[in-house]
């Protein structure tokens, strides 16, 4: 089994050995756990005592959160297959007590109409696994709750294929959502005056277009740059997601411009759009619940109290799943995929290669965009399918295939422009075929995009899409 | 039926109005809500919509907030029976899918052993009632964590009597729990040099020793004293629990001398001994979620650090329920109540009063504490019956009758010394016969003795108490 | 000779006492001043052994101010005789060395004109004090910085008569206004969130309309007010100055309206009016360093900034000489100070009084507005008596008599209006003849207005002021 | 002439040059300067009368700041020509009134006794120059407090030679000790969280140990270390020194063991010595205001109240200037230098060599210290010149030669420990022929050790240093 810890768990390991081992040094009793990597069976008995002392309150609350913290460092020094063993005995031992789940059920099947909702009320407190209670009180020590969504990360991965674990992953998510209710979160605005600690963190989670070191972090904070993200107070170093945005006149086609670390800064007081160029999910343990909507349109707020001449609010998105859905589509040969005139120009180029396979071949030798004629007769053909990719291709439940697309048509957006050669780097090659989208962000209709979207399903384009579409 | 909105509300009821109503205004559809004071059966049929357009989502999460907003407005300008009508909408007919919760039940009862902890907590998420996900939105708004506070101190009123809102209320109580975990409460010491609009709470909130206006106050922050409180990062304001604390030197035995005004500050660093005078649960709403065992053991953390000469913890606590229980007493006449010497002492003095009413005569008249013969005459008896009230009294679970008792014994306190005519206000003599006590925080003994109270009822004494409790 | 130690100077001398005894206990030799409160001729010899050592830096720059706060300690403890010899020593044995002087005089005028202003500097450097030097060295302490404000105040009473002390003083504001540089100074906004030991400072230093208790405090920092100071970053708890504002609409003619406690707060987005109402110097020990001027822009843009809707911005300030110099005039009886008909129009009032006091007669007895026919009658001159005093009259150097009108006229505003029975307190009477009156911040015509006044003297009022002013 | 302008000016002109146009935009009549680089006379006399119209407040002080904005930016905007002109014109044409300061001299002269300290008073006032008011204004921009630091670094290039500017130089140097006076400033300590732009300054400003990037600066910001500052109120962006200290066990003898980022970090609470391994003056515009001693001492007490083990407080300090002293000693051939027994050792070793030019010709190669024979064998010679180097060699007013030494002995510290090749780097060995010190702050001696060097010229020396001087 690989190794699953996240990589910032592992970072703190050594830090919060030390503090937690403060906090535990006043519970009686927990000094003596020093458990194999792997757990012992009598780790295992040792361990389900000390999470029973934890769940009876032995010597007080207090002392309860003194034992989990003993309880949390051990969990700290375990190997992935001792995590494994860890979770699986407070998933498998800590449920709820299932006499008085079955007395709670029987209970509200027999409740008369008016008292319904007291016995629904009573089962679900009975529900209630203990082994919860267990997890609640790491919140209390030094980055304790961080430790917790690092537990759900590892959790994601351990719990495949184990129904008790997946069990203990849902209560977990829930506790979670709880805890980061959009309500509780504070939108901050990080900037090179921000702390250097956290600024590391966007180092660290940028995923979209990564960071290459402390001069391009500086340049994407730079006076014509916004960088905002969620926190929660319980973990300020860390931000939960964050969203890039630059301050620039007309709608950006090109994430080179954006990403140029010599290009000199503009005047953001003249501005008339704000790109959002990159957004990040920076906490995997917090999977599934969501803040992104809230993000942007918080953030929309922000910026258009600071800069008033701000008309127009659009993001330039990579479209991540382009290339394989294309290849697959190539791969199955589907009629039509290419129109007539699209299969000739590109049969000249390529030189008597089997029709069927052209595109594809074309595609997989990445310098085709150093060839400007060929990259010239690759456009119409791509940006027609990318148009068709992110507006018409939908999976189950009517939603757009492309995650991206489904991510911002969600918040009410519409598909605005797609920009060839806008990504040419090894990965916009890659993932979108050098393309990239502007989705807009017009606040009037939000509310109704929004609605026809998650309603039914009816994706909003641009008069420039649809023209695309139409090829 | 008797208003029963709590004042916190009330005040602010103006306020919020008009910042939720920014809120609300970006909610499609919300402008027209105005509702009768006590609720029309039209409003309530736009109510139920408004709910349910709350839960469904419309429009996106965001203007799903901003629809709470225009609800809580509306709740806030509701009369009492108004508002018992909301919540009674909200508890009846937003529970959980019965349909779905009988389909849950039949697939835990079905479940095979390795399955059951997953289908538990599929019923445990089907139970969750959508009336929850309503008032969680409420936690964006401005104080829209304190409204929901107040409301459950509203609902604790108005469910007496209707198990629907009793679910709801403990519903409400379970959301808060969740969010008021000490894990994510502060710490915070008042000063004279902290915001006006906190301490201005405290002048609201004491209930023990009530605090005179601002000078008061301010003497109670002196450099000799020490205030500490928990708070919310949503509830920046609000302390949820606040102690009062003197440094002196020797175990204060006399509340008047801590609260004189024209005493002169004594030296903190020359202190001995810190005295916990008077603790305070400021949230009605909270009740039945404790922080008062962490309180005061994080103070004596704080505590320790500061003054290293410190060398006793220990409560001035009232016996909030002594003369109500003596009064009891002496109304059933227990025989041996009073010992013969005891009788006879009294009865010299009583001058011929039937011995049975005497004591209960004697001290009806609040005089009694100006007659210094009458008083020493009193001071054995109820020093002796003080203790065994104290110590020996008990309700059901083997809990001591006095809460104060109860709440330092929970916290593994002892019982160290019964204090003679220690607090002669009115409200000490009506409920304390003028005696106070100092529970003893001894760090060492704080688990052993909250072990045997918690385990076996049993209450550890001083030699001092002991010997009065022999009489 | 009366005690001068300014009240706040006596309040914090026992808090002091302890921390700067605490510096001071690493300076070796400081520990056995204890000198008698008027300083004995053994003590003057000790303290100037003090001074001396305290400038020769003995034992290091470190150890020096340990020394100062050994010395200031000495200092709180003195009578008033003694803090004079005290600072008489400082003053008469602390200057500059008359050689070096002499010298550096000689240097100067024997200087070639290209090597001048280096023999200035130089002479400059050579006059500083050493008593300077030991002055500043107070500037570490905790609270130094207010100590040495104190001190002034303190030294501005005691100087008179004393020209070493004149010099000793003139020192100190020297030091001070290179220290208070208003560019050093922070606009901060106070409200009822800020700590409250600054808010009871503003009840302290009102001195225009005196605030009574917290409730009072409370009303002028409603949501319809804004209060701003200045204060010095080694100050943090001591407004320098402080000015209160009312957002209103149209502009305010009556002081009782805006004190009124009962009186419901306005909508300040909807107020077009900031009626700055009372302005306060907070330091005597800054005496003649001023800052009022950029305290009014400052908070002008401020309120610029927050509210869209504001357009005039004006005071309604009291004519604190206006009384005194309308008794002085009609003391010697100046022909024409009343018009024919006033004079008619008193005189049947007056019944038969002599003409020449009937008007003061009239005001001796503040009964007068309660007599709404006498009142009435007092309006038209006392109006145009008000006018012609802040408008007419001058003292040397063409300034306005009227210092409040000094001020605002100096900062480039205009006399907009005069109101009637506008103050109408004891106070109000005794120093305005319950007038108050109008000064109009016009934005573009500050610059003008301040120029005519600074340079001609020229006052500008309004059309309405003039019309008083013919009668 | 070459470029004088400071970097950090340099960087900034841009941000500056908008928020200063923003600042200058409310002063009439100073929209039109547009000067040359390099100041054409026409520019000049425009440049005079806009400095007059400074001074003379036309249009109210706040008129006047903005106007000393736009000579700020005009500044900014000068080549180092252009900026002398500006400097020349301010030092000579706007000192002060000759004419007042012959007559004050002259009152100065005629003072009898009593009068005088109020003479010298006036006089001193009279002397205080018009451009010094000038400068002064330039506190209340964004940033102007650091302009000015700038300007003075600037400003000492170009006087050189110029009397009038070092006039000049002269006064901005006194404001600037009167605003940086060490009461004014904070100690903080910078962390890993602090914020970035602060960070970035320390790698920016480390002139003794170069920080090689983020990665080495994140390693002297370890749990093992701490770093403090003395920060300004108005530069809270600028370190004015700050220092770097090292928690460890024993004294540290080897500058590469502490730089070392792969050494894992020690445990604090483990360490009794604190190592104070680079202190730097990070403003060359406040050369000769100095707060280094304040630093040390301030750094001592702070960690003496978090780690209450340290038991040690000592540098690891280079010897700057040894081994350019070194050479020059060899060059003159100082008859005994080295010892009989010395010169036989590298005699050996030399081959021959002319015994005269043999060390230097030695120490010539770096790669000496990579032959360990050859390595052995200078260590004694070194060792010794080294001891005699910092203990016994002496400038005017019996200073110790090498800065850093003078720097440390001033302090009270003493030279306690030389190690043998600590400091292995090309630096290194071109300054200190890889030697390093430790001074030991002892706090019981540090006064007496003052007082010894800074009145005779007595260096304390440790026994060892003294046995190495004997040789």
Chains 1, 2, 3, 4 share one sequence.
């Not at 250097?196 to 966007?202: G, S, Y």
């Not at 990564?210 to 931000?239: Q, T, V």
Request: aromatic share 6%.
């Amino acid at each position: 089994m690989t190794q699953v810890m996240v990589p910032s768990l592992l970072e703190r390991i050594k830090g919060l050995a030390k503090s937690w081992l403060d906090v535990a040094g006043s519970a009686k009793g927990c000094e003596a756990l020093n458990f194999a990597p792997d757990l012992s069976d009598d780790d295992l008995a040792c361990l389900r005592g000390q999470m029973q002392a934890c769940l009876d309150g032995k010597g007080g609350e207090v002392s309860a959160r003194a034992r989990a913290a003993a309880l949390g460092r051990e969990y700290l020094s375990l190997s992935t297959e001792g995590r494994r063993r860890f979770l699986k005995l407070a998933a498998d031992e800590f449920g709820p007590d299932s006499h008085a789940v079955d007395q709670a059920m029987e209970a509200l099947r027999q409740a008369p109409a008016d008292k319904r909702a007291l016995a629904e009320q009573r089962l679900r407190q009975v529900l209630e696994p203990p082994r919860l209670t267990l997890l609640t009180q790491f919140n209390a020590l030094p980055e304790g709750v961080k430790f917790l969504v690092d537990m759900r990360a590892e959790l994601a991965v351990l719990a495949k294929g184990d129904a008790g674990l997946r069990a203990l992953e849902a209560d977990l998510k829930g506790l979670l959502a709880a805890w980061f209710d959009v309500g509780f979160l504070e939108l901050r605005r990080l900037t090179w005056a921000s702390p250097a600690n956290v600024l590391e963190k966007l180092i660290h989670y940028e995923a979209v277009h990564a960071i290459h070191g402390w001069d391009d972090l500086k340049n994407r904070l730079d006076s014509d740059r916004r960088l905002y993200g969620f926190f929660h107070p319980r973990m300020p170093d860390e931000p939960l997601i964050f969203v890039e945005v630059a301050l620039v006149q007309g709608m950006s086609g090109d994430i080179h411009q954006l990403l140029d670390l010599n290009a000199p800064p503009g005047n953001p007081e003249a501005a008339d759009t704000a790109i959002f160029y990159s957004i990040n999910n920076a906490q995997r343990g917090l999977n599934g619940i969501s803040f992104g909507n809230f993000l942007i349109k918080r953030v929309v707020e922000e910026l258009t109290r600071e800069f008033k001449s701000l008309k127009t609010f659009a993001t330039l998105s990579p479209l991540p799943g382009f290339r394989p859905w294309l290849e697959a589509k190539l791969g199955t040969g589907e009629p039509g995929l290419l129109t007539g005139p699209e299969h000739r120009a590109l049969a000249q180029i390529s030189n008597g290669l089997a029709a069927k396979g052209s595109l594809k071949t074309l595609l997989a030798d990445p310098a085709w965009i150093d060839d400007s004629h060929l990259a010239e007769t690759l456009r119409a053909p791509l940006s027609r399918l990318a148009a068709r990719y992110l507006a018409e291709e939908r999976k189950a439940g009517d939603r757009a295939i492309d995650p991206v697309a489904h991510f911002h048509l969600s918040n009410g957006a519409r598909i605005e422009r797609l920009n060839w050669l806008a990504d040419t780097s090894a990965k916009g090659l890659a993932q979108s075929c050098g393309l990239m989208v502007n989705y807009l962000y017009k606040l009037d209709d939000i509310e109704t995009n929004h609605e026809a979207y998650a309603g039914r399903g009816k994706v909003v384009i641009s008069q420039g899409v649809k023209a695309l579409l139409k090829g």
